[in-house]
């Protein structure tokens, strides 16, 4: 089965720092863009970010200059550092993976279960 599992999420103070983690798991051969997504209750789902296998990076407005995307190409898992956390950063955070090539050719698009991120004293 090809999912992704994402990890790191929990409660910071205004202010702090985290990483969440997200590994795509299954019979991957390749993966084009991964990233991630969040959703505030309430709100859209909105990019947070974004990296392809190249190294080339997107970031929402909201979050450039505070958070920084990389990549593991040969663990198939994608970082998300979050630095000067903020209040409105309170989210369920997303994985998303993209042209995920597969075995036997398919391509599949994917989404994580979502990891909460709570910023709060």
């Known amino acids: 089965q090809v999912q992704l599992v994402e990890s790191g999420g929990g409660l910071v103070q205004p202010g702090g720092s985290l990483r969440l983690s997200c590994t795509a798991s299954?019979?991957?051969?390749?993966?084009?863009?991964m990233g991630w997504y969040r959703q505030a209750p309430g709100k859209q789902r909105e990019l947070v970010a974004t990296?392809?296998?190249?190294?080339?990076?997107n970031y929402g407005t909201s979050v450039q200059a505070r958070f920084t995307i990389s990549r593991d190409n040969a663990k198939n898992t994608v970082y998300l550092e979050m630095y000067t956390l903020e209040p409105d950063d309170t989210a369920v955070y997303y994985c998303?993976?993209?042209?995920?090539?597969?075995?036997?050719?398919?391509?599949?698009?994917?989404w994580g279960q979502g990891t909460l991120l709570t910023v709060s004293a």
């Open positions: 998303h993976a993209e042209r995920v090539v597969v075995e036997g050719d398919r391509l599949l698009e994917l």
């Open positions: 299954g019979s991957i051969l390749a993966i084009y863009k």
């Open positions: 990296i392809t296998d190249g190294g080339i990076t």
